[in-house]
């Protein structure tokens, strides 16, 4: 995400850093180009011009002009700004009172806010919550046939919704049957519309009289920029939104409505959803998104995830095993899967500082097929090659390729470069610096 702003700003930043000071005339001409990266990232026109102004008058004072590192200030700013501009901290979902708790999913069809409700009770699941889907969207049969599914598969209740009734009545009616069968939680898929109408309005604003739900969330298309904003504005004047969720922010989006959304609302952008997958939704950090945007990685992001996804005591019972040198390739595809959990190799290395950078310069681009090769040539070893590699003679290795529908040159590939990586990682093993993540705490 952001990759064509994150390119621009660096290009901005690279022409301040390698100087030993900075002018007025330096600041004016950066932020300048600042300005317009914002704008063509499809971000909000006075937000933009506030945002800039904001930048400037901080940084033509001495926090930067008097600065012994003048560009590394400047970038400092700009990202302490853009940290402010989206929030400054994190906001997390409302659920005080008496339960059952109600979330109230709003937006326009199109939005994914059928598969967000599911993301957001399996979220609310691994909490310790205790999720109840309710469809709501009585004009869509199959929207009620796909919550019901995604439900299935993660399971989780779903109301058992009759059409003929009408949708805040169902709410209601779900209220009831959700506190006695011991959900917490009741997350509500609500109809939407190809555009913005009355008769929306009304039957939003007759559901949230009937519940006074805890949070009435928009899911907003982060593909539609500025259109998303102005989604979020309507349904905030007509209805009193409590936060905004951003779907498909995995995409090419440019940035405008990450950017533009709590300017222009004062609502906080509470989730991002990233991918398709049930357990691709991530709360929204307002610091750590101005970092990726800048170019400066999200580590921490990538660390939280990694303990959330990871299987805890499979991670430990490969650090065992590598701790006593008998890491093989039956281990090491075990970790392979459970890296893939994380995302794509361009969705991980998105996390890491200065990636972006390498990518855009075609130094690094992560070809997913080579993962998909390396699984097949393991899975057709024999479990014996698989637990001694050193086995696997030149027929054997041959017989390996043909099965896997590889060649010999990428079976020996993987051979070396299994043997390097075990090497490596027994010795980081033996100094305690093993790469795996930390449930401790």
């Known amino acids: 995400m952001f990759e064509n702003l994150t390119e621009k700003l660096d290009g901005v930043f690279k022409k301040v850093t390698g100087r030993g000071r900075l002018s007025e005339t330096n600041i004016k001409d950066a932020l300048k180009e600042v300005r317009l990266a914002l704008l063509e990232a499809d971000v909000n026109y006075k937000v933009v011009k506030n945002l800039v102004e904001d930048i400037r008058q901080r940084a033509i004072g001495q926090e930067v002009l008097d600065s012994l590192t003048p560009g590394q200030q400047l970038i400092r700013i700009v990202n302490d700004e853009l940290t402010r501009l989206m929030g400054g901290a994190r906001e997390t979902l409302q659920l005080v009172g008496r339960t059952p708790h109600s979330l109230m999913l709003v937006g326009l069809q199109g939005s994914g806010k059928t598969t967000t409700a599911a993301k957001i009770a399996q979220h609310l699941k691994k909490q310790g919550r205790h999720p109840y889907l309710v469809p709501a969207d009585i004009y869509r049969p ?255 290795r041959r017989r390996i390729a043909r099965g896997s529908g590889t060649t010999v040159q990428d079976v020996n590939r993987l051979l070396k470069n299994f043997a390097q990586t075990k090497k490596m990682m027994e010795r980081f093993t033996k100094k305690g610096q093993l790469g795996l993540p930390s449930f401790r705490g």
């Open 142 to 396: 199959a929207a009620i046939d796909q919550l019901r599914k995604l439900g299935e598969s993660i399971d989780m209740p779903v109301h058992p919704t009759d059409l003929t009734r009408k949708p805040e009545d169902t709410c209601l009616e779900a209220l009831g049957k959700a506190g006695k069968a011991g959900a917490d939680v009741l997350v509500i898929d609500t109809a939407g519309r190809l555009h913005i109408d009355e008769v929306l309005m009304e039957e939003l604003v007759r559901i949230k009289g009937k519940i006074n739900p805890n949070e009435i969330l928009l899911v907003a298309d982060s593909m539609t920029g500025q259109d998303a904003v102005n989604v979020a504005k309507a349904f905030d004047e007509s209805l009193g939104i409590t936060g905004v969720i951003l779907s498909k922010m995995e995409g090419d989006a440019r940035g405008g409505a990450a950017l533009s959304i709590k300017a222009v609302t004062d609502r906080p952008i509470k989730f991002v959803g990233v991918g398709e997958a049930i357990d691709a939704l991530e709360p929204f950090y307002p610091d750590r998104m101005a970092s990726q945007i800048l170019g400066m990685g999200d580590v921490l992001s990538l660390i939280e995830k990694a303990q959330t996804q990871f299987d805890e005591k499979e991670t430990k019972r490969l650090e065992k095993r590598l701790r006593k040198s008998e890491f093989d390739l039956e281990d090491f595809k075990a970790q392979l899967a459970q890296m893939k959990k994380l995302g794509s190799l361009e969705q991980i290395l998105g996390f890491l500082p200065g990636m972006g950078q390498l990518k855009k310069l075609k130094q690094l681009k992560p070809d997913e097929k080579e993962l998909v090769k390396v699984e097949a040539v393991i899975d057709s070893m024999t479990r014996e090659e698989r637990r001694n590699y050193k086995i696997i003679n030149g027929s054997r």
